[in-house]
């Protein structure tokens, strides 16, 4: 196996972020998606979706922020992605109408438009074009699905939150930032590790200078991040 021991995960977190799903739409599309959606708003943490329930309705984000996760019975979870404006949500039950793969909860107040089976079954027939969009996002979200399996299999935790603050990270006047209002509770529970964990990694990477924690985010000051101590 190749030895990630003296790499930088740089390299490693070029790749394109995944285009959010309203952005590929025209205004008309646009309209006609809205035509056969209803609108739903829900205050910061609120359940949008439980893992295990049944449901076929597809949700898109007009505004807001949502954490998708796993959870146990102890209460431990693990999340999954953090989906934000432009993005869907609910699409697998809606397909195979099987129960929901995973729970969602809002991290903001959030606006969704909700499309049902039907409505949705709708939108394609007038314009097909959306299920080859769907199509194309479902299959980024096994490219990072693949990742993430090989991030936490492979890599040790230093490793993980170093690669999880690279992917999080997007430019924000000059500076490459981790904006998303994360506490260090949810790092870890994106990178299966404890916050104790977590808190003693951040402290180690801002001491050696590759990041700055601030109180709502964190600066990657030098993005060739150690892969481990
Ligand atoms: P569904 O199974 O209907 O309900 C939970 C939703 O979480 C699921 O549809 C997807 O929209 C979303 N989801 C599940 N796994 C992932 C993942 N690995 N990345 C992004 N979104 C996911």
């Keep these: 196996m190749e030895n990630t021991k003296n790499r930088s995960l740089g390299a490693a977190s070029t790749g394109l972020k995944a285009i959010p799903f309203f952005t ?8 006609l998606v809205r035509s056969l959606s209803t609108e739903k708003h829900y205050p910061k943490n609120a359940v949008v979706l439980t893992e295990g329930e049944m449901g076929d309705s597809l949700f898109m984000i007009r505004s807001g ?3 998708v996760f796993i959870g146990d019975q102890d209460g431990r979870e693990m999340i999954l992605k953090i989906l934000g404006p432009g993005d869907f949500f609910g699409e697998m039950s809606m397909i195979d109408k099987q129960p929901r793969s995973a729970s969602v909860t809002t991290l903001e107040t959030s606006a969704f438009l909700v499309l049902s089976h039907s409505a949705f079954e709708k939108a394609i027939e007038q314009v097909p074009r959306i299920a080859t969009i769907v199509m194309r996002i479902l299959a980024q979200r096994v490219r990072e699905a693949d990742k993430k399996i090989g991030t936490l299999a492979l890599m040790d935790v230093y490793g993980r939150v170093a690669s999880t603050l690279l992917e999080l990270a997007v430019m924000d006047n000059g500076k490459l930032m981790v904006g998303e209002k994360l506490s260090q509770q949810d790092l870890a529970n994106m ?3 404890s916050r104790e964990m977590v808190n003693r990694i951040l402290k180690d990477l801002s001491e050696r200078g590759f990041i700055s924690v601030e109180s709502k985010s964190i600066t990657i000051i030098n993005r060739e991040l150690p892969p481990s101590l």
Excluded: N, S, Y
């Design 24 to 31: 590929q739409l025209t205004e008309r599309e646009l309209e």
């Design 191 to 193: 990178v299966g590790a």
């Design 65 to 67: 922020k949502v954490k």
